[in-house]
């Protein structure tokens, strides 16, 4: 059962209805490794059950979104972007988002544990880096020269 069906399953295991739009959203979210802003999940989903309302995918989001099926990203700067959820893809991940290219990418789950623990040992804090995306430079654009000074940003 792929990520999509295992979606479905979920939902009538909670007995919620199975709607068109939720299904097509599944599918789309499934059907990539991008990070999609409900515009593009529209514009993908419409493909698949062509006429659907803007409104319906952003409930259709939001509903799969309260019932764990699937999970959103702040990024810095831009539209929520959305993903499946671990529970249907069985992978865990965080995410750094490019400040010059805007490119989202999947960094290990696990890769702040140190920083968490530390955090909540000094001050009580609980760190929750799942919700938002840490900001910096990518590889690609470190290479490249910088657009204002010609002069190339390098990874520490």
Known sequence: MDAAEA????????GERVTP???????????TA???CVEDVLARADLIVPG????????????LGELGLVTHVHPAHGPVVYHLAAGL????????????????QDVPADLLDEVADRLARTTGFQLQPDHAALTGVCRTCGDRPNAGTGAAIRPA
């Open 7 to 14: 979606g479905v399953a979920r939902l009538r295991v909670l």
């Open 89 to 104: 893809t069985g992978e865990t991940h965080l995410h750094v988002r490019c400040r010059r290219c805007g490119a989202i």
């Open 34 to 36: 991008d990070h999609l």
């Open 52 to 63: 659907l309302h803007r409104t319906t995918v952003y409930r259709a989001v939001e509903t």
């Open 21 to 31: 739009a939720r299904r097509a959203v599944l599918r789309v979210l499934a059907e």
